[in-house]
């Protein structure tokens, strides 16, 4: 194509990038493979032949072809950006809509599908590999890496509006009575530590979700250590938030997944709850 441009093996190498000997020595193979003579050469001139004239269109067509074959291969080669998920326990939601905003806002940008999840939700979530990680609670699943950890302390309970103890102004703990406690209160959780501080708790089947719990407070089913993060984002009219006497009861969040299915998605999203969380 280049020497049908030109007219010239001496231009044409030069556009090539590749000496005139190599040039001649190509265009010679392909008129041997072909049969014909597609170009009329002297010493003073070089011209397509009638043969080369006809099928100089044709050979046109085909590197166009080429050209845009190559573009399509290389568009599919290129991963499919698919999101990944984070679960994240319903308490610290408006951490995880921080990273997905992040990581929504970098270049390349990546696609985080939020998951709310409990703790045995978002464990089920990791082990399955349907979720790259999960902001949740201690004790942490067996097996996995975590990062940005932080606590949350306990420092109010929640109370049906209606309850003589929504007009105190500070309780302690020994005052409490029908306080709401999981079933399952594994070493390690808020629950475990809660547990033996209290008298006569009224026991559920889980408290996986503390917003959703408060439910069970307006309809007094029990009262609800409320840990400070749910009290400053959560206003109801028909539950109350006392302050109470909890000493250094807190609960642990942190950032986990299955170190065997680390990605550059995954390291971005590790990185994006760092910087939020500023953890070295």
Request: with cysteine; aromatic share 4%.
């Amino acid at each position: 194509m280049r020497v049908a441009e030109h007219l010239s093996f001496s231009r044409a190498a030069a556009a090539l990038g590749m000496t005139q000997p190599a040039v001649s020595q190509a265009v010679a193979r392909l008129e041997r493979t072909l049969g014909l003579r597609l170009f009329d050469r002297t010493s003073r001139e070089v011209a397509l032949s009638d043969a080369g004239k006809v099928l100089l269109p044709y050979a046109e067509a085909m590197l166009e072809h080429a050209a845009s074959f190559a573009e399509e291969a290389a568009r599919l080669a290129e991963p499919v950006g698919r999101p990944i998920r984070l679960a994240y326990c319903p308490l610290v939601g408006g951490l995880a809509a921080r990273v997905v905003r992040r990581l929504a806002d970098r270049s390349p940008a990546i696609d985080v599908e939020l998951s709310r999840a409990g703790w045995g939700a978002a464990t089920a979530d990791l082990t399955r590999g349907g979720a790259v990680a999960a902001f949740m609670s201690t004790p942490f699943p067996t097996g996995v890496a975590m990062t940005a950890r932080f606590h949350v302390p306990v420092t109010h309970v929640a109370v049906p509006a209606r309850s003589r103890l929504a007009t105190a102004t500070r309780l302690g703990l020994e005052q409490l009575s029908a306080v709401l406690l999981p079933r399952l209160r594994p070493p390690g959780s808020v629950w475990h530590a809660l547990a033996p501080r209290l008298r006569s708790p009224a026991v559920v089947g889980d408290l996986d979700d503390l917003p959703a719990a408060l439910d069970l407070v307006a309809a007094g089913r029990g009262l609800l250590a409320a840990p400070h993060l749910l009290v400053e984002t959560v206003r109801r009219p028909d539950v109350h938030f006392v302050p109470i006497e909890a000493g250094d009861l807190r609960m642990t969040y942190g950032l986990v997944w299955a170190p065997e299915r680390a990605s550059a998605e995954l390291m971005a999203l590790v990185q994006a709850a760092r910087q939020i969380l500023r953890v070295p």
